[in-house]
């Protein structure tokens, strides 16, 4: 079967053990989970967790399905990333006397739009937000120039192209069927 790396987004209740509920769900199908990111969302009470996985479109159905089925899950969506923007932050400390020492070293980061946002005697800090082929290939060609003590990035961030929230639109739709019901 033909794999594709799918953005699952959930967005949920605030409520303790959610996460570990969600992340069973990949576990039992043994579905490795790429990246994730957990945050509060534009919407008061609701986190929006940001979950990447390599796999096929019908198990990715599946696992939307089964999640969605969590009591305090409000919506599930999954994309490709084709319909979302996305975007990844890393860090890299380097070795200050090693970066200093190497002219190269601050051209590709230049060349990369990378920050330099610390630097110390003993390390330097850099920043890169972007795609990630953008943030590997920044680490590769700094990891050859001897001179990366640490290497960190964040799980993806993504939100969709569409010009309305889906999450929105849900709620919306579920606090007008409530007020009707409530007539």
């Known amino acids: 079967m033909d794999k594709t790396l799918y953005t699952i987004i959930v967005h949920s209740e605030n409520i303790a053990g959610l996460l570990n509920q969600v992340t069973a769900?990949?576990?039992?199908r043994q579905i490795n989970i790429e990246s994730l990111n957990v945050s509060a969302s534009s919407i008061k009470g609701v986190h929006k967790?940001?979950?990447?996985?390599?796999?096929?479109?019908?198990?990715?159905?599946?696992?939307?399905?089964?999640?969605?089925?969590?009591?305090?899950?409000?919506?599930?969506n999954y994309f490709t990333d084709d319909d979302i923007f996305l975007h990844e932050i890393a860090l890299y400390k380097l070795s200050t006397p090693e970066f200093t020492e190497c002219p190269?070293?601050?051209?590709?980061?230049?060349?990369?739009?990378?920050?330099?946002?610390?630097?110390?005697?003993?390390?330097?800090?850099?920043?890169?937000a972007g795609m990630t082929e953008d943030i590997t290939s920044l680490y590769e060609q700094l990891q050859a120039l001897g001179c990366v003590l640490q290497f960190v990035r964040?799980?993806?961030?993504?939100?969709?192209?569409?010009?309305?929230?889906?999450?929105?639109?849900?709620?919306?739709?579920?606090k007008q069927k409530y007020e009707q019901s409530k007539e």
């Open 25 to 28: 769900v990949f576990t039992r």
């Open 104 to 128: 190269m070293a601050s051209k590709v980061i230049r060349r990369c739009n990378a920050h330099i946002v610390e630097v110390n005697p003993v390390f330097s800090i850099v920043e890169l």
């Open 154 to 174: 964040s799980g993806r961030v993504a939100i969709t192209t569409s010009c309305f929230e889906h999450v929105n639109e849900f709620l919306e739709d579920r």
């Open 49 to 76: 967790y940001t979950i990447t996985c390599l796999t096929d479109k019908e198990t990715v159905e599946n696992v939307a399905k089964q999640i969605q089925k969590k009591i305090d899950v409000i919506q599930v």
